[in-house]
């Protein structure tokens, strides 16, 4: 059932790509908040842009000069402010901080499954339709580029794959997509993974 368009940006269900229709169907609802015991709460945006190629997953890269996983592929996002009204808020306000996208340009379709993060975030992705004629400026303290990737290629499971690593002696296993030209991995491609498997 679709929990509805949430957000800024209004649009009739006649205007939205049928496809995304369906992957609204297949959303989680959206909940206000996080509960405490389980983590640190955060919220990032999975932001899908229609350009003349197809629809398209809009990242980023983290700055290099940044304390913790800089230089990784990731969503725009962050952990929960007290002055945040809601998940959708945060994963907005992080999105204008991190990428200069207007919350007004986003048509939120509905939730991913939660994901905890290695640090103890807990972190709830959040869905939403892009603008096609959004542009998008990196804050160059936070993020190095924004990446915008052909959403074929990631839904693509013959690209996703499990791989362990070891991380202060405990050895862990995390999803891996396949890409030419980045190297998708961790939380972000779990998000991605699950992303797939609702897109059909």
């Known amino acids: 059932m679709m929990h509805g368009f949430a957000g800024n940006h209004t649009a009739a269900a006649g205007q939205i790509d049928p496809a995304m229709l369906a992957l609204a169907e297949r959303l989680n609802p959206?909940?206000?908040?996080?509960?405490?015991?389980?983590?640190?709460?955060?919220?990032?945006?999975?932001?899908?842009?229609?350009?003349?190629?197809?629809?398209?997953?809009?990242?980023?890269?983290?700055?290099?000069?940044?304390?913790?996983?800089?230089?990784?592929?990731?969503?725009?996002?962050?952990?929960?402010?007290?002055?945040?009204?809601s998940l959708v808020a945060t994963a907005l306000r992080e999105a204008q901080e991190e990428?200069?996208?207007?919350?007004?340009?986003?048509?939120?379709?509905?939730?991913?499954d939660i994901v905890a993060s290695p640090v103890g975030f807990v972190v709830q992705p959040v869905v939403g339709l892009i603008a096609p004629e959004s542009d998008f400026v990196a804050a160059p303290d936070e993020v190095d580029e924004v990446l915008v990737l052909p959403l074929a290629d990631i839904v693509d499971t013959a690209r996703h794959r499990r791989e362990s690593y070891l991380r202060e002696g405990v050895r862990r296993e995390v999803w891996v997509i396949d890409h030419a030209d980045h190297y998708l991995w961790g939380l972000s491609a779990s998000i991605l993974v699950d992303l797939s498997g609702r897109h059909r």
């Open 99 to 112: 990428i200069a996208l207007t919350p007004g340009s986003v048509t939120i379709l509905g939730a991913l």
């Open 30 to 85: 959206i909940p206000q908040s996080l509960r405490a015991d389980q983590g640190r709460p955060a919220a990032v945006l999975v932001g899908l842009q229609q350009q003349a190629a197809g629809w398209h997953v809009v990242m980023t890269r983290r700055a290099g000069h940044l304390a913790h996983h800089a230089g990784q592929i990731s969503f725009p996002g962050g952990k929960v402010d007290p002055a945040d009204a």
